[in-house]
């Protein structure tokens, strides 16, 4: 168990409508990522967040939002999915003073906008 | 802006030949880089990190900071070794990761 979990795996929606991913960790760590992988990009970070209530923009976060209201878990909505944000989903989390090489990802969420 | 660049989308070897995935990055600090694997159906997992030098499952990577390169390499590539492999950079207050594109690496029998 890789501490770290997301839901759904796989979801298929149409366009414009809302949509919420959920990464959920038994870690305790601090800080949280939320990452879009696409063919030719690589992974890009939509969002982050530092702790509780405490988030970020990432590379990419436009129509995208982020809420963290517990250590354990980080929700990423899209307000009104779009075909453009069809992709796979990567939350990861790490600790401070681990740095980068704490990161655990998660199994990822695989969406698909029709 | 922080910038890592993998020129390879796709590589090709025979089992038992070297192999070297490159990766080039730009940042003004002081980097900290990483290479990821990503075994076929399976989440991201570290194989190496610049600072401990260590040798993992038979890669390694030098950073080379006057070429800004972090290329890695194995001597003698596995059929096993068949996955995408990711370079990033470190950096940011939350440590957060930029990720290169990517290079899908197959191994030949």
């Known amino acids: 168990d890789a501490g770290i979990t997301q839901s759904p795996r796989h979801k298929v929606t149409e366009t414009g409508t809302p949509v919420t991913l959920r990464c959920h960790q038994t870690?305790?760590?601090?800080?949280m990522y939320w990452y879009r992988q696409d063919p030719g990009h690589g992974l890009r970070l939509i969002h982050y967040s530092y702790g509780v209530k405490d988030t970020d923009k990432g590379e990419v976060s436009d129509g995208y939002s982020v809420s963290r209201s517990k250590t354990e878990d980080f929700l990423l909505t899209l307000e009104s999915a779009t075909s453009s944000q069809t992709s796979v989903y990567f939350c990861a989390i790490s600790e401070p003073g681990q740095g980068a090489h704490g990161y655990t990802f998660g199994s990822g969420t695989r969406l698909t906008v029709v | 802006a922080q910038r890592v660049t993998q020129p390879e989308k796709l590589l090709s070897v025979f089992k038992g030949a070297p192999v070297e995935l490159k990766c080039n990055y730009s940042?003004?600090?002081?980097?900290?880089l990483f290479w990821y694997v990503q075994y076929s159906r399976q989440r991201l997992q570290l194989l190496l990190r610049?600072?401990s030098r260590e040798s993992i499952k038979g890669f390694t990577a030098d950073l080379n900071k006057g070429e800004t390169s972090f290329h890695l390499k194995k001597p003698f590539a596995q059929e096993e070794d068949s996955a995408m492999y990711y370079c990033?950079?470190?950096?940011?207050?939350?440590?957060?990761?930029?990720f290169g594109s990517g290079t899908q690496l197959t191994v030949l029998p």
């Open positions: 610049h600072i």
């Open positions: 990033a950079l470190s950096s940011g207050s939350a440590r957060q990761l930029t």
């Open positions: 870690e305790n760590h601090r800080y």
């Open positions: 940042y003004s600090g002081s980097p900290e």
